[in-house]
């Protein structure tokens, strides 16, 4: 074991229990509480702050679990498995679980890589044979009707008018994740020179999304809507704001506005809560559902709406940049009006029942 690792009384052997699994008592100093191990483990990854915040708490669970004098040496094979295997218990879904045992596992190796735990300990955890999870019924992703998207639209143009910048922005920042299925904390990751020209032969110009998650980066055409809605953000920024430099973020907060038509504490990038926010306002004006008032969303209608249209799976996953196809295959749920777009697309130019009765 590393010097660095918790030393255990030799002359002990008397064992204790941590939530009904036995761990070894006779602990001496720690190197340091497993919950502020957690805490610089997630501080150390290289994710969106979404994503530390999502490890973080599953380590943290784990952590909890195993009780309040838990040190890095209680991270043990059976204390995995004995944890694993009561998420199991509780009834969560399989990817749920599997989410959690990836949150655990980069702590392990985390753990090793500094000399909080022996090799030998994280491979025992990392190897051993877990109970599989039940495959629970996936809902279909929720997604805004045509309906409601073109309202949406229709709400966002109505705000330019009363305040000119921050309606170009909102309007593009719905289009750019409604009709570009980008992510929240893509479009937050996004700078000026991101939104590209339009090759040489090409007909709509291009979102380079450098930030895609994990670390994976894809080009997204954008509709001519959308390409226009951001020249006219862009148009009304330059004319608010002054210049701004090409390494600036492409979508920014906007602060307050004075009565005078000026604007205080602009300049961040437009995370999370400034997308809510948003979608909040315009979904009210819209009479959007509130369960459907969010940004994510919209990255549902894209998808939905692209295999309406009749785009295959692959060609949406590129465009969503999705690391598995099992992922963009949760679109394709058969409901009534689906049935009812393939039929009519299939229907399509041949000859009806009527025209037949015309024709004789």
Not at 19 to 40: M, T, Y
Not at 121 to 137: G, S, V
Not at 233 to 252: H, Q
Request: charged residues 25%; glycine residues 8%; positive net charge.
């Amino acid at each position: 074991m590393s010097t660095q690792a918790i030393s255990h009384g030799a002359a002990s052997s008397e064992l204790v229990m941590h939530r009904g699994v036995p761990a070894a008592a006779g602990v001496g100093e720690l190197v340091g509480p497993a919950d502020e191990l957690v805490d610089a483990f997630a501080l150390t990854l290289i994710a969106a702050a979404q994503t530390q915040r999502t490890y973080r708490r599953a380590c943290r669970r784990l952590v909890d679990w195993l009780g309040p004098l838990a040190g890095p040496e209680d991270l043990t094979a059976a204390n995995v498995a004995a944890y694993h295997a009561q998420l199991v218990a509780g009834g969560l879904a399989s990817s749920t679980i599997k989410k959690e045992r990836a949150a655990i596992n980069s702590f392990l190796r985390w753990l090793v890589d500094f000399d909080h735990i022996p090799a030998v300990q994280a491979r025992a955890a990392l190897a051993i044979k877990l109970p599989r999870a039940q495959q629970a019924a996936r809902e279909t992703p929720k997604a805004l009707s045509g309906e409601q998207y073109d309202a949406l639209l229709q709400a966002a143009r109505a705000a330019i008018a009363d305040d000119p910048l921050a309606g170009a922005r909102d309007l593009a920042i719905v289009l750019v994740l409604g009709d570009g299925g980008l992510r929240c904390e893509e479009l937050a990751g996004l700078d000026r020179y991101d939104f590209k020209a339009a090759r040489a032969g090409a007909k709509l110009r291009t979102l380079d999304v450098r930030r895609g998650k994990g670390d994976r980066g894809r080009v997204v055409k954008l509709s001519r809507t959308a390409t226009r809605a951001i020249v006219r953000w862009e148009r009304e920024r330059a004319r608010a704001l002054g210049p701004t430099a090409d390494d600036a973020a492409l979508f920014i907060t906007l602060g307050r506005r004075r009565l005078d038509g000026t604007y205080v504490g602009v300049g961040a990038r437009c995370g999370q809560p400034v997308l809510a926010a948003v979608m909040k306002r315009l979904g009210h004006a819209a009479s959007i559902p509130v369960e459907l008032c969010h940004a994510h969303a919209l990255r549902h209608t894209c998808a939905t709406e692209l295999l309406r249209s009749g785009a295959n799976l692959a060609d949406v996953r590129t465009m969503l940049g999705h690391a598995s196809i099992k992922t963009t295959s949760i679109y394709l749920a058969s409901d009534a009006q689906r049935q009812e777009d393939v039929v009519t697309r299939r229907e399509r130019g041949r000859i009806t029942l009527d025209d037949d009765v015309g024709a004789a």
